[in-house]
C-alpha cells in the first residue's frame, strides 16, 4: 500500500436509495472540490465487468454473490483509483461506497450487517470514507424521479425492499454521526448541492 502523508486527501461519499440525486450531487461536488469524482460499482475496466454481471440481463446473482460482487468492484476501485488518488493528496468524491453495501445487501437483501462487516474491512484494506452524506428524499419522489426508464436489477425491486434500504441508510447515520451527515435532497439541485458543501466544509474543511 502506498505511504501516507500529512498531505493525505479526504474520501467523500455520496449514498442514497436509487433516484435521490446522488450522482448529479456527487459531480458537482466533485468539481467545486476540484477533487477527483469516481463511482461504484464500474468506474474501473475491470469494475465495469463486474457491474454488467451485477446489473445486466444475465443470471441473478444470489444475495451472496451480490455482496460480493459489489466488494470486489469496490477492491478494484480502491486499489485502481481511490489510494493511490488520496496518497497524491487528492481530495476523492464517490458516488456510493460502503454504505451502499450495508443499505442494499446487509439491510435491503437481509444479509445482516455483523455478515457485512469484515467482507467490507477487507475489500476496502481498512479506508472508510471520512465523510459520507446521505440525501434522503421520500421514496414516491425517488421513484418519480427515475421516471419510466428501464429499471436495473436493483431498481427492480420491490417496495418492501427498497423500504429497507432506506431505512438501513438512516440507522447508518444514527450509529455513526461523526461519519454520516444527513442532507435533505428534496429541494432543487442548486439549493442540495449548497446544503451538500456546506456539510462538507463544516466537517472537513476545504482542500488545502
Ligand atoms: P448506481 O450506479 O448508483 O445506479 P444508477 O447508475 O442506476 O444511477 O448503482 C447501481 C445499483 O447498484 C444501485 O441500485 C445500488 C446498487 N448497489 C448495491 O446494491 N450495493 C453496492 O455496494 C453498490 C455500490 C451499489
Redesign the pocket.
Same mark, same amino acid.
Given at each position: 500500500m502506498t505511504e501516507r502523508t500529512g498531505s493525505r486527501g479526504r474520501l467523500i461519499a455520496l449514498e442514497g436509495v *436509487?433516484g435521490c440525486g446522488k450522482?448529479t450531487q456527487a459531480r458537482l461536488l466533485g468539481a467545486q472540490l476540484g477533487a477527483l469524482y469516481t463511482?461504484?460499482?464500474g468506474d474501473t475496466e475491470l469494475g465495469a465487468a463486474v457491474r454488467a454481471l $451485477? $446489473?445486466g440481463p444475465g443470471p441473478a446473482p444470489s444475495a451472496r454473490t451480490e455482496a460480493l460482487l459489489?466488494a470486489a468492484d469496490r477492491a478494484q476501485h480502491v486499489d485502481e483509483l481511490i489510494e493511490p488518488a488520496l496518497a497524491g493528496g487528492q481530495w476523492v468524491v464517490t *458516488?456510493?461506497y460502503s454504505g451502499?453495501?450495508f443499505a442494499?445487501?446487509a439491510w435491503g437483501r437481509r444479509l445482516g450487517v455483523a455478515a457485512l462487516a469484515p467482507v467490507l474491512e477487507f475489500a476496502t484494506g481498512g479506508l472508510a470514507a471520512d465523510l459520507s452524506i446521505l440525501l434522503e428524499v421520500p421514496a414516491a419522489l425517488a421513484r418519480e424521479r427515475l421516471g419510466g426508464s428501464d429499471p *436495473?436489477r $436493483?431498481?427492480g425491486q420491490g417496495p418492501d425492499f427498497h423500504a429497507r434500504v432506506a431505512e438501513g441508510y438512516r440507522e447508518l447515520a444514527r450509529s455513526d454521526p461523526d461519519r454520516w451527515a444527513v442532507v435533505d435532497g428534496t429541494a432543487d439541485i442548486g439549493a442540495v448541492a449548497e446544503a451538500v458543501a456546506a456539510a462538507v466544509e463544516f466537517r472537513l474543511g476545504r482542500p488545502g
Open positions: *436509487d450522482s463511482f461504484e460499482p $451485477l $446489473l459489489m *458516488d456510493r451502499s453495501s442494499y445487501q *436495473d $436493483l431498481e
